[in-house]
């Protein structure tokens, strides 16, 4: 546990830096040159299958530590990255965690829910229910645990509050040490937080957001949080937003997306996922092809995990499973 003179508590919980690292191939097959491209693998946190909602839960969960929480509590969809990571990290400091999570039980348990259970997480199923239904459901499970005695925390959907931005205003900062020379660094945009952070170092003319669907107002979420961060005003029209790869919603594989991954994995060996690196890359690669983002000045995409949601998407997992049964064949021909 850390604690600046003038900033909240934060958690140990990463393995820092994560590193930055170039995708030659990738880059060409973008029409890049080979040295344009790099990678930050914020996917290589450490905490519990790695992703970038570490570098936000060691504020919020220092922050629950200070005011003596025993559980963590805290909503999500079925296959939340956030949500597992939570579990991760309950498990690290000794907390208990609930889980309030869209959806029934039974209809899935593999990907990000296996591991949830791994990590001795409580899942409470909130049904049909919308951000307004979870966090609902989230302060009525909070009640009944300090109707217990127990001390709840409730953690916000995805991690993303001003406090857990601070994290990526931290790893835009390291980013810099890393490559100063960059221009324009590439993130999916869920819930807000990690694409606030990064404005907030490095501002707004050198990020560029994929919106993946999980909020309704992302320019506004996210000019919000920067606002907060910095303690001035951001208007969401300064902010540089892909609007364009969220296709018919938030958990539906989209043509765009699966070539994304296909490409990724074949030249790199880098796996994204469907939800939002797949749809980040999705949107890199149409912001190349529109001249948003040009040969000869270092981009940086940034990886930020969700390697065991791929598990939990059954329609990425056929697509995969069809393409090496199809490629066994011509092999074998």
Avoid at 20 to 27: N, S
Avoid at 129 to 153: F, I, K
Avoid at 178 to 207: C, E, F, K, N
């Amino acid at each position: 546990m850390t604690r600046d003179s003038d900033t909240p508590q934060r958690a140990a919980l990463g393995t820092w830096p994560t590193p930055l690292e170039p995708v030659p191939r990738l880059a060409r097959a973008l029409g890049l040159g080979t040295d344009d491209l790099w990678v930050k693998r914020d996917d290589l946190t450490g905490l519990g299958g790695g992703g970038n909602k570490v570098r936000k839960l060691e504020w919020t969960c220092g922050a629950a530590l200070a005011e003596g929480a025993t559980v963590l509590v805290t909503t999500g969809a079925p296959q939340s990255n956030h949500a597992r990571l939570t579990a991760a990290a309950g498990a690290r400091l000794g907390l208990d965690v609930v889980l309030v999570l869209a959806g029934s039980p039974g209809s899935s348990a593999s990907g990000n829910l296996a591991l949830d259970g791994l990590f001795g997480a409580t899942v409470v199923w909130a049904g049909d229910a919308g951000h307004g239904g979870l966090a609902s459901t989230a302060e009525q499970v909070a009640e009944q645990l300090r109707g217990r005695g127990a001390v709840p925390a409730l953690i916000p959907f995805g991690g993303t509050s001003v406090i857990g931005a601070r994290g990526y205003a931290e790893c835009g900062r390291e980013l810099l040490t890393q490559a100063p020379d960059l221009a324009t660094v590439v993130v999916a945009l869920g819930s807000g937080g990690t694409m606030a952070g990064l404005v907030d170092a490095l501002g707004a003319a050198r990020v560029l957001g994929v919106h993946c669907g999980a909020v309704t107002d992302p320019a506004g979420t996210v000019s919000e949080l920067v606002c907060g961060l910095s303690g001035t005003h951001c208007e969401p029209k300064t902010l540089r937003l892909r609007l364009d790869q969220v296709g018919d919603g938030y958990g539906v594989l989209t043509e765009q997306v699966m070539a994304a991954l296909t490409l990724t994995a074949r030249t790199e060996g880098i796996v994204l996922d469907p939800i939002y690196t797949g749809r980040a890359m999705a949107g890199l690669i149409a912001a190349i092809q529109e001249g948003d983002v040009v040969p000869g000045q270092r981009t940086v995409f940034l990886h930020s995990g969700g390697l065991p949601g791929l598990f939990g998407h059954p329609a990425t997992l056929a697509k995969a499973e069809a393409a090496l049964t199809v490629e066994g064949h011509r092999t074998l021909r």
